[in-house]
């Protein structure tokens, strides 16, 4: 089944203590990114990648990090995570990097920073 | 870069009822219009899309439009039913690599 995997589904961590979400897609897609979703903002991205080796800021990167060494995995890292991060986290997969093809999104990582 | 406005941000309708969904973008470079549905507890998933090059789509109750022109475009579901509830997001995308959400409407369909 194609799918793309987020984990955790739900974290509760503390102020400054680093993490990593992971996010696999077995679809071979090029394109993945990271979203976070806030009530009444909507899905703002926060990091894309169009390949392997191949990342760039979206409009919201502050404080976060990616990596993206194999094809199938883009983890996002928030290496001193602070309460204004509490958000839902969504990772998401496409064929294309044109940005004009259907994206598949994971279920999400409820993230809380206290 | 692009801007997408998205209205309502909530909509109630009755059961059997027709729902509409309007969204206006800025870049008259993007080409490319998706509508996503999110359930509770789960990612967006795609339920429509259009491209610039065609001005209307349909895929049984769901239709979307696209006026180029006005940079309007809008999601249109006939016969609503309870399932029907969830969470809508149009986007644009094509002028960047960074496509562009509206806000969501959050569609509530009563029985």
């Known amino acids: 089944e194609a799918q793309v995997t987020q984990n955790p589904r739900y974290l509760i961590t503390v102020t400054g203590k680093k993490l990593t979400v992971t996010c696999s897609q077995n679809?071979?897609?090029?394109?993945m990114s990271w979203y976070r979703q806030d009530p009444g903002l909507g899905l703002r991205q926060i990091y894309y990648s169009m390949n392997v080796e191949a990342t760039d800021k979206g409009d919201v990167p502050e404080g976060y990090k990616v990596s993206r060494k194999e094809k199938r995995n883009f983890p996002l890292i928030l290496e001193s995570p602070s309460p204004n991060q509490t958000s839902l986290y969504f990772c998401a997969s496409s064929l294309s990097p044109h940005g004009n093809q259907p994206q598949h999104f994971g279920d999400g990582t409820r993230l809380s920073i206290l | 870069g692009e801007n997408v406005e998205q209205h309502p941000s909530t909509l109630s309708v009755q059961e059997g009822d027709s729902a509409v969904i309007k969204c206006t973008y800025s870049d008259s470079a993007s080409n490319y219009f998706p509508w996503y549905k999110q359930e509770l507890g789960k990612g967006p998933q795609l339920i429509i899309d259009i491209r610039s090059n065609v001005g209307e789509k349909k895929d049984q109750r769901i239709a979307v439009t696209l006026n180029k022109t006005a940079k309007h475009f809008s999601l249109h579901i006939t016969e609503t039913q309870p399932e029907d509830s969830a969470v809508y997001f149009c986007a644009a995308s094509g002028g960047s690599y960074i496509p562009t959400f509206g806000r969501g409407t959050s569609l509530i369909v009563h029985p």
């Open positions: 679809m071979n897609h090029e394109y």
